[in-house]
């Protein structure tokens, strides 16, 4: 396949996390927004609004509510992409209707965000940045949702530190193809263990290059890990309560 450099481009991402201290201009703030607008929604309903965060302390008070993570107020740039329903709230009311909530408007609002995020990041990329995701902005969502002034209907699903890169890390393997993509229907557990121990290998080569030899894991012993109970963020459900989302 001849060389395409948007697929080289999008093959080539690698969480950053360390940044220099200069600004984004504005214009590239808007390029990165404008095109993360650019992206599919459903019915084109639009449903997530993303914060920018350049203050210092707000970026300081953010990295604390993230899980101390320190690239969150270094970095000059901090997104904040959120599913919004209080918008559509807003529609309805102008149209002397009430919102109707259930599991669907909460997918639906995510699924949005998402697509929306994702675009930003491969734009940002494009303009010569490091970017990478913060899902601890989930750790203490109440006091992120205070702290940045969340109406009812809007809950932070994650963050997005922007920056240009002061580190040159290698790029992780991903799992094999065949434990992600199937044809036609589901692949059989014999298919997917197999790739699974493949890509333990794998990365468990990868993790010793990198440390020295110093860490000696794979992706099942540490994905088994942080799946426990007490890491999946438990308190969400109460959160997406108190923010006003109904889970019908």
């Given at each position: 396949m001849?060389a ?11 969480s ?17 927004v ?5 992206a599919?929604?459903s ?32 970095c000059?740039?901090?997104l ?19 919102l ?5 408007t ?26 990478v995701?913060i ?6 969502p ?15 699903v994650f ?32 298919t ?17 290059e ?24 438990g ?8 923010q ?5």
């Amino acid at each position: 396949m001849h060389a395409h450099p948007i697929i080289d481009a999008l093959k080539g991402h690698r969480s950053i996390r360390k940044f220099k201290p200069d600004p984004i201009p504005d214009e590239h703030i808007r390029a990165i927004v404008e095109a993360a607008q650019a992206a599919s929604t459903s019915s084109n309903i639009q449903a997530y609004t993303v914060i920018g965060v350049r203050d210092p302390e707000r970026k300081q008070a953010l990295s604390v509510l993230a899980g101390n993570q320190r690239y969150v107020a270094e970095c000059p740039l901090m997104l904040v992409w959120c599913a919004d329903l209080h918008r559509l709230e807003l529609v309805m009311e102008m149209h002397n209707g009430q919102l109707h909530q259930n599991t669907e408007t909460l997918l639906l609002g995510t699924v949005d965000v998402s697509l929306a995020a994702q675009n930003a990041a491969v734009a940002a990329e494009s303009l010569g940045y490091g970017i990478v995701y913060i899902g601890g902005i989930r750790n203490r969502p109440d006091d992120v949702a205070e702290l940045l002034r969340l109406p009812a209907n809007v809950y932070p699903v994650f963050g997005m530190c922007v920056g240009t890169s002061d580190q040159e890390p290698d790029l992780r393997p991903r799992l094999p193809m065949g434990a992600i993509y199937h044809e036609e229907t589901y692949a059989e557990d014999e298919t997917l263990l197999g790739a699974i121990k493949a890509y333990d290998e794998t990365l468990q080569a990868y993790y010793a290059e990198r440390s020295g030899g110093a860490r000696a894991s794979n992706w099942s012993v540490e994905t088994a890990s942080r799946m426990q109970a007490d890491k999946l963020r438990g308190h969400m459900k109460g959160h997406l309560n108190r923010q006003g989302f109904r889970l019908e």
